[in-house]
């Protein structure tokens, strides 16, 4: 805080509330779970915060997923360098352009000024417009040092030197970075370290191994499953359902697609989810920690071939005109895919261990 300096002491303003703050503790573990360390983050009670005198603009963009896996997509095919950077205390770097007075901290109220309140210079872990300003900052910075901002994703950034270029992924505060030259990676790691507070984490790497499958045919969930009367509803609000299926689903959109179909299953009972409900639950995040390895694999190059094929067209709509004019041209090619190789099968259905691992390889889980 001091070094960030993020607020001043003053005396209260009439007619202005200050906000409330607390401490949140957090125990930081590994990727294999181990403790790596122990943080304590000063949080403000953005909760009572008022529109148009506390903040005015809240709105803060994130790269998407798609964006991500493009550029996995590029990584492995033009086998570019790829860094992790994470930026601490993040949000601490914003600039606030409204005026807000919080509350000192619990346990670190200045000696001979306990009656006076933090005036916020910088945006504060809380704040309804802390992710904004946090964003506003950074893109400034990274655009003055010839960074390009992507039209479409705008937590995404191009930097060309020559023949030299590199990608700038920002998700909050964490920062992905592939380049085609590893001097152009280090300069802009420079860049970054000499304007925020960073954390070089190095190479992006990943292993991978097997485990069991989420669902399997035969496994069946209904409204018969419900709570039926008010005992059973009330031990099933102790139970954290919907928090659990958030996660899955964050898991499923992000890297996670041999999942899709168990946690499209199980949001449907969100509103009055039964045991059983968490049981399944239960049972696809005991498979994610079997499987917490598993990435999305990119081929650098496509192998595959095309067939050529005749079709029959008598009766062929318009709209399907396009489509026949590609297989033409051998840009597409439709070919018949058995029950057995079918990979979309994984997203709608239970299927056998052996079936399902062989579908979930093919598409590049693994």
Not at 63 to 88: C, G, I, N, P, Y
Not at 234 to 252: E, F, H, N
Request: glycine residues 6%.
């Amino acid at each position: 805080m001091s070094d960030n300096d993020v607020w001043e002491l003053v005396d209260l303003p009439k007619g202005y509330k200050p906000i409330g703050c607390k401490w949140v503790f957090k125990t930081k573990r590994d990727n294999k779970g181990n403790v790596e360390r122990y943080k304590a983050r000063l949080v403000a009670k953005g909760y009572t915060q008022r529109e148009g005198i506390d903040f005015i603009e809240t709105f803060s963009p994130v790269s998407t997923k798609d964006s991500f896996r493009l550029v996995m997509a590029l990584v492995a095919h033009f086998d570019l360098e790829l860094h992790q950077m994470d930026v601490k205390t993040a949000f601490l770097n914003g600039d606030l352009s409204e005026e807000v007075y919080m509350s000192q901290p619990e346990g670190f109220k200045e000696n001979g000024k306990e009656n006076m309140v933090c005036r916020l210079k910088r945006s504060i872990y809380g704040l309804k417009q802390a992710s904004r300003q946090w964003y506003l900052k950074f893109d400034k910075i990274v655009t003055s040092f010839g960074f390009i901002e992507n039209k479409f994703d705008q937590c995404v950034y191009m930097k060309v030197n020559g023949s030299k270029y590199i990608f700038m992924v920002l998700y909050i505060d964490d920062i992905l970075l592939a380049s085609s030259d590893v001097n152009l990676l280090n300069d802009t790691k420079r860049i970054l370290s000499a304007n925020f507070d960073m954390k070089d984490l190095g190479e992006a790497s990943f292993t991978c191994k097997a485990g069991d499958v989420p669902v399997v045919k035969g496994d069946k969930l209904s409204n018969e499953q419900c709570p039926k009367n008010d005992l059973e509803k009330d031990v099933m609000k102790t139970i954290p359902y919907a928090s659990a299926i958030g996660s899955l689903m964050y898991a499923q959109v992000c890297t996670r697609p041999d999942i899709a179909f168990i946690v499209n299953v199980l949001g449907r009972y969100l509103s009055n989810p039964g045991h059983d409900h968490w049981v399944a639950a239960k049972k696809v995040m005991r498979y994610l920690q079997r499987t917490k390895d598993f990435m999305l694999v990119y081929r650098r190059v496509d192998n595959l071939e095309n067939n050529k094929i005749s079709t029959g067209s008598k009766h062929m709509e318009i709209k399907y005109l396009t489509v026949k004019d590609l297989v033409k041209k051998g840009d597409i090619v439709i070919e018949h895919i058995r029950t057995e190789s079918m990979l979309a099968d994984p997203l709608t259905k239970g299927l056998k261990p052996i079936t399902f691992k062989g579908t979930c390889c093919e598409y590049g889980c693994h």
